[in-house]
């Protein structure tokens, strides 16, 4: 079992940086690829960025490409979404998720992920 919890959100301008986090609990978390979704107000889920087990393989959005960077900690229990830029387009729930699936393709994908976070909130103004 793994239980994830995200931090870092909250209000910012636009142009500004934030960097989530994501703490995971669990022996096998490092075994995991990783993804963060987000929820905008009125809108579906939709995926931002994925990482695979080791670090060395990270996938983005279009919308967020060169923008927000996914990464893992040294101590692979944690994960990061380091995001510039903000634009008011970005307000949304953030959510990190673990997948049990290798396959690459699947992560964009909500159903590829077997464990969620609550969310946290980021917010920007224009």
């Known amino acids: 079992q793994v239980q994830l919890v995200e931090s870092g959100g909250g209000l910012v301008q636009a142009g500004d940086s934030l960097r989530l986090s994501c703490a995971a609990s669990?022996?096998?978390?490092?075994?995991?690829?990783m993804g963060w979704f987000r929820q905008g107000p009125g809108k579906d889920r939709e995926f931002v960025a994925s990482i695979n087990r080791s670090g060395a393989n990270t996938y983005y959005a279009d919308s967020v490409k060169g923008r927000f960077t996914i990464s893992r900690g040294s101590a692979k229990n944690t994960v990061y979404l380091q995001m510039n830029s903000l634009k008011p387009e970005d307000t949304a729930v953030y959510y990190c998720?673990?997948?049990?699936?290798?396959?690459?393709?699947?992560?964009?994908?909500?159903?590829?992920?077997?464990?969620w976070g609550q969310g946290t909130q980021v917010t920007v103004s224009s």
């Open positions: 998720a673990a997948s049990k699936s290798y396959d690459s393709g699947s992560w964009y994908f909500r159903n590829a992920y077997d464990y």
């Open positions: 669990g022996r096998t978390f490092s075994t995991y690829p």
